[in-house]
Structure formats: C-alpha cells, structure tokens
C-alpha cells in the first residue's frame, strides 16, 4: 500500500488531430484546383481528365489519413468530374456505366491512398492521424503506465 493518501487517478486526453471539417475544407479546394488543371486536358481524352482527379483524392487521402473527409472529398471529386469535366456549366447527369466506372475508380483512390498513408506514418513512425486511432493508442499506453506505477 502507498502511503501519502489518496489521489484520484489522473485521465489523460490525447491530442486530437485536425477537425474533419477543416480537413473536408482543405480537400475541396484541392480538388477544386485539381479540377481546374484538369479542365485545361483537350476533353478527347476523359479518362485522363478525371484521372488528375483520381490523383488529387488519392493524394489527400494519403496526406491527411481522415477516412471521413477522405469519402467526402472523394464525393465531391465524382460530381466536379461529371459536372465541370464530363458534362458542363455543373450540369450533373447520371451516364449509365461510364459513371460507374468513374464511381469505382475514386473509391479506389481513396482506398489506396489511405493504405498508402497509413503504411508510410507506420514505416516513419509517426503518430496515427485519425484521432480515434491515437485515441486508442492513448488509452492503451495509459493503462501500461497505470500497471507499472501500481
């Protein structure tokens, strides 16, 4: 038994990382401007124009590692590509299996670049960016103090 009283025990808050909403905020421009440049491709070639797009989702998904704004970003990278790149003046219209197409290949993008990402902050030993990840991590690193301190 320790002697010198009580205390309550102390519970540690993580650091959490960047908001999904600035994250969200952040990839939208991306992809705004990803749109943009893509947008100067001659439209003979669309699979090119909505592959600078694929890029930019992969990109950010990678850098941030937020799944949450991730999806969003790869959302808003679908309706810029078929409004502003496959159709024009923001006109969305749905194109049967070439929409599908498309559809499959930003899940993708945000897939691989979340695995990306997250294999890369792994390797540099870096912290997770997703904060219920380093939530978890928190917890668990906590309850290893506890155990030797007692």
Known sequence: ?????????????????TPVGINLAAGAAAIVGAGLLAAAIPGAYPWLRFGVLALAVAGFAAISGDRAASIGVGLIAFLIGDGFLEDRMGVLSWHGTSDLWRLMVV??????????????????????????????????????????DA
């Open 1 to 17: 038994m320790k002697s010198g009283g009580w205390a309550p025990p102390v519970r540690r808050v993580p650091e959490a990382g």
């Open 107 to 148: 899940v993708l993008a945000v897939l691989v670049g979340l695995v990306v990402g997250a294999a890369y902050r792994r390797l540099a030993g870096r912290p997770a960016a997703v904060a219920g990840e380093a939530g978890r991590a928190g917890v668990i690193l906590l309850a290893e103090e506890e155990r030797r």
